[in-house]
Nanobody, 117 residues
């Protein structure tokens, strides 16, 4: 069974930090690019960060550059998103996706991040 399970969300004050994790199982992890998206109520979905299947290429939305860092732990089939200097605008449900070159696509259920001012 294919699973993507996010964890690490929570409530944090502005300026604080959180580390989100996306644990993958049921597919060949290093054949998939992993992305983190977020969506807040009333707002469009935003692609926050992506990492290529080999971990060599990372991308970030302008809104999080310099504050968020994506990384892969191949031994644990996990992709982490380290978030620092959090702002109230970062409040959203964060979820990860996995996509292969052949078009296979999976999505997790998401984890809530709430940043208080």
């Amino acid at each position: 069974e294919v699973q993507l399970v996010e964890s690490g969300g929570g409530l944090v004050q502005a300026g604080g930090s959180l580390k989100l994790s996306c644990a993958a199982s049921g597919f060949i992890f290093n054949e998939y690019a992993i992305a983190w998206f977020r969506q807040a109520p009333g707002k469009e979905r935003e692609a926050v960060s992506t990492i290529s299947s080999d971990g060599g290429i990372t991308q970030y939305a302008d809104s999080v550059k310099g504050r968020f860092t994506i990384s892969t732990d191949n031994a644990k089939n996990t992709v982490n998103l380290q978030m620092i200097s959090l702002k109230p605008d970062d409040t959203a449900t964060y979820y990860c996706t996995a996509e292969s070159w052949s078009g296979d696509y999976y999505r997790g259920q998401g984890t809530q991040v709430t940043v208080s001012s």
